[in-house]
């Protein structure tokens, strides 16, 4: 129930959350970032209060599921694979997207314009800090995709498209890969493993943030003192240390710290629950409202903080979680429709979603990354008709299209 945990409840918040809290007026570009530069957008305005519920939702689901392991999870790199996915989907397999990513009450090009106004906002946003959103589309080059989704996926999610020979698998896994190492500063080196013959298309966000702490922590201060886990034992770790004006809030349940990066557009805010309560009870009652309070909450005081210097790095393949949240339709062969995709949508499915990240917490700054894949594949084998309730049928002459008989079956006698 220490620190380490606590400080992974951050959610990319260091990304996100940190850049909806802010109000609009023009910020210098040399000093203290107190408010966006412009005032957000009706679709980013939409956009980030759905991603905010999307962002815990998926946080809890996951932290529910592995209460006894690390976290680290990027919502706003799985909610942008999805949302470029979702220019492809129709029918229920859209609708249950939606369902999942929080949007039902957003048109689809309020989505699409929010995610491309929310780029361009979040890049650049404080100079003294780095950060980097990428999309990408990798897909099998003599499939026949509708160029329209492509062109949407340019147009709003700045991707870059690219078809490849995915039966060369080594030269494919290479490319992909080498654009995964590249975006996130080679500290996530790969994200697809293996291509197979049912594999169509890669859909690719990576996120890399890279932020000084606006006062840094000083290396003479960090001490190795016992870090105490979840399952009662104990380890020695280094932890670091300052006694500063910190932006603080308590409450019956946690203590919180919010920790400035560079000119203070992006925050790590860390919750640290009261000594005999419990983590997971914490992660299952945060809710964009519960959020929002606590942001409201935190000001200014002088506070004595000792905080891990750690290293995570993360990976969950999140179909489980997706399904349970709505979506699984997208999952299951023979169901899902892509049809906005590719002619062929109808035999076309999410064969898996995965993401891995990686944070590093020291006494300069932070540095993290993620990636989140979203996997394409077409349906392999015959598929199963098993007639064995009632149906219809015709008997029809099949150049001229002359029906000679039609029928219906209800009952059969026992054989």
Known sequence: MGILRQSLLVLLGAVAVSSAACTNSTAPKDGPIDAL?????????KLVAAGNTFSFALFKRISAATPDSNLFVSPLSASMALGMTLN???GSTYDSMRVALQVEGVSQDEINAGY???????RGLDPATTLEVANSIWYRQEFPFEQSFFTAAKSWFDAEVRGLDFDDVPSSLAAINGWVDQRTNGKIPRIVEDITRDDVMFLINAIYFNGNWERKFDRADTRAAPFHALDGTSAQVPLMYQKSKIRYAWTPQYQAVDLAYGNSAFT????LPHAGSSVNELAASLTPAAWTELVGRLASQEVELYLPKFKLSWERLLNDDLTAMGMGIAFREREADFTRMSSLGRALFITYVKQKAYVDVHEEGTEAAAVTVVAIGI???????????PFIFAIRERFSGTILFMG???????A
Request: glycine share 8%; hydrophobic share 40%; charged share 20%.
């Open 379 to 389: 349906t392999s084998g015959p598929p199963t008709v098993r007639v064995d309730r």
């Open 37 to 45: 530069p412009r005032p957000l957008s009706g679709a980013e305005t």
């Open 268 to 271: 790590m805010t860390v919750l």
């Open 408 to 414: 219906k079956v209800v009952k059969l006698p026992a």
């Open 116 to 122: 491309k106004e929310l780029l361009s906002l979040l």
């Open 88 to 90: 492809g989907a129709a």
